[in-house]
């Protein structure tokens, strides 16, 4: 830009990719995104998520697609929870430390329990039903 100064292009350039990055972020929260927030956070029927030795005893797995985060507590006991944030509805992205992460405002969730342990998020994820029945894990109504 002719006679403005070298500072003053760095921070309209850093200002556009911030614009960018935040209509990224706009995106993946919104109900045009794949894994954008649902309408229902439940299923509305039943969901055969596969083998049920997938998520670990002691752990958890999420199912993305599904927008379901399984527990294991013990052998053969299963804990299903919606994994939309109940804050503003990004579907979660990943676990760590058995604490299920949502990408788009930070909010962390407990897998066991479905707590809200860190904010922006305060409510629970929904509990959703789930059983293990020939080896594989159903979630959802009537499971």
Do not use: W
Not at 14 to 43: F, I, N, R, Y
Not at 101 to 108: D, E, F, I, L, Q
Request: proline share 8%; hydrophobic share 40%; with cysteine.
């Amino acid at each position: 830009m002719p006679g403005h100064s070298p500072a003053a292009r760095r921070t309209v350039l850093k200002g556009a990719a911030l614009a960018g990055a935040a209509g990224l972020g706009a995106a993946a929260c919104s109900t045009e995104s794949k894994l954008g927030h649902a309408k229902d956070p439940v299923p509305t029927e039943a969901v055969d998520l596969g083998a049920a030795d997938a998520v670990p005893v002691g752990g958890a797995k999420l199912y993305r697609e599904q927008r379901l985060l399984v527990s294991c507590p013990a052998e053969g006991q299963y804990k299903a929870f919606s994994a939309q944030c109940t804050h503003a509805g990004c579907v979660l992205d990943k676990i760590v430390a058995n604490e299920g992460n949502c990408p788009c405002h930070g909010s962390r969730f407990d897998v066991t329990t479905g707590k809200a342990l860190q904010g922006p998020a305060t409510v629970p994820l929904p509990e959703v039903q789930i059983k293990a029945e020939n080896g594989n894990l159903i979630a959802g109504p009537d499971a």
